[in-house]
Each structure stands twice: as C-alpha cells, then as structure tokens.
C-alpha cells in the first residue's frame, strides 16, 4: 500500500464506490469547492493506493488565506490499517507545514458531502491515532421556509465597525468566566480569559463576513450583554460566536443572539444557516431550539498534538 498526493486526474473524485453514486456526486462537488476556496490544495489531498486501486483518502484544511493546515476534513479510511498508515502521512505532512496540532469531527448520523459511515470504526481508528475528543457537541440547522426568529426588543446593536475590537474583547473575556464549553475551556486553561478572547475573536475575523455583521448587543441600560459574530463558511451560512456577559446570564440573550444572527444572515441571503454547541451547554442548546433551529445531528470534535 502507497499513501501518496492524488494525481491531478484523480481530482476531485478521489476514491470513488460502485452503486454509491450519491456519495459520490457529493463528495467530489463539495471537495472541489474546497478546493477552488483556498480551504485544501491539491498536495493535500492524500490517497491510499494498493494494486493501482485506490482504498482511501484523507484531505488537510484550513482557513482561506491560511498556509498551514489546521484538521483532516475528509476522512474515508477504508479500513483500520489504511486508515492509520493515512493519518500517520496527514501528521508528518501537517508538522512539515508548521502545524502543531490537527483536528478531525465525526458527524452522526452519516450525512452529505462526508457520508461519515461506520462511526465505530472512525472512533477506534482516531483514539488509535492519537487523536482524543475536545468537544462532544450538538448541529443545528435552520433552512429556507423555517419562521425567522422574532428579534429581541430590549437590545440594541452596535457593529465592530463602529465601535471597533477592543469592546467585543473585553466582553467576550467576561463571557469566558463560566463558560460550559469544552473548548473554551481549554483554551482558557492555557491562555487566560483575555488570551483565549483574542483568539476567538481573531479566528471569527478571518471568517467570511460583512463589516457590520460583529455585533454588540446592549440592553435597556446601556449595558453590552451579547455578541453576536454570524459568518459564512465555503459550504454554508453559521450563527459563528454566541456569548452572553456574566451580568446577562438567565435572560434569553442567547436566543436574541441567535435571531439576530439568523436575520442578518437571510438579508444577506442564506437559504441555510447552521450552528454548533457543546452537548453539555444547556443553555445554548435551548437557545437554538428557541430560536427555530433543529439539532439535525452530534459532532464529535477530536485534536491531536503533532
């Protein structure tokens, strides 16, 4: 077995399945959006070939804009002995680039473009491989023809535009404090509240969006009590960052962050928007259901160090 970069003409295909023809389809199309967005790049895209067949692949993504990759964004494995010979050229490839760590998620149940079949096998093969869970999260989803979501009367919003970064740092630091979010968690641990904010904050800036997307919510007083920071990804709208100040919390501020976020996004012309929280951060659970969302399906986030 050879683990190498696909050939140009087996772009953007990869490994292709007999009577699969819907995997098929999506898969190559949503790999070639990648691809012409700066997400992946043809080195990156990997291939596992055994007696001129090829038995799996694995493609490195990032940020536009971005040189180093960040995660493995699709993952077939073939098998467990495949799939690890894969993983193990994704991480030196990764760590020649500069990565320190990688990312991977698994999405249940199996669905378009990544068709994530047998979850057991994936799990086994990424705890294998180093990789441990960093967040067990739910997916929501909203889609043309849902109700838009009723604003929230008591709060009015100013945009990073006007207002500059330094307020949505120093908010989002407070909304840190007590945060139930996994991943925040961590990265608290190590960075500090203000730390980990500016990370945030900068990762959401790099994301597709218009300058007065970034918003402030205030309250009646005056008050900042919510950020919100919609976006938009290659393959889809997001609700992006919800964060609610410590003074704020038990209001429904983050459903009103939801709402707003889901209207500047219709504006702008999203027939689907999605969103992602913690499986432990009841709050923001509700919140989406609240605010018209459905929970279509649990993601699993995993990191590794390289």
Known sequence: MTIRPAHPDELPALTTYPNDDERNAATSAYLAGLLESG????????????????I???????????AVPMDIVLLEPGDLDTG???????????????????GHVLDMPAQAPQFQRDPQLREKL????????ARDGCRFLWSAGDPIPAQDERLHWRSMADIGQEPFVELLADTFTDTKDSIFQAEIAEHGLRGAAER?????????????????GYDEQDQP?????????PTSAVIGL??????????????????????????????EIRGDCDADNIGMFKAFQRAGYRNFANRKMFSRPL
């Open 84 to 102: 690890e010979a894969l993983l193990r050229y994704a991480a030196n490839l990764a760590r020649s680039l500069g990565a320190e760590t990688q």
């Open 200 to 216: 945030n904050l900068a990762d959401m800036l790099e994301m597709d969006h218009e300058p007065g997307w970034f918003e402030i």
């Open 126 to 133: 990424l705890n294998a491989s180093g990789f441990t869970v």
């Open 39 to 54: 997400c992946t790049r043809p080195e990156w895209c990997l291939v596992a070939e055994q007696d001129g067949a090829l």
């Open 225 to 233: 009590v919510a950020i919100s920071l919609p976006a938009r990804t």
């Open 242 to 271: 919800v964060a609610v100040a410590s003074a704020g919390r038990g209001r429904g501020y983050a459903t009103s962050v939801v709402a707003r976020g889901t209207q500047l996004l219709v504006a702008a012309g999203a027939t």
């Open 56 to 66: 799996g692949n694995a493609v490195l993504w990032t940020i536009p804009g971005r």
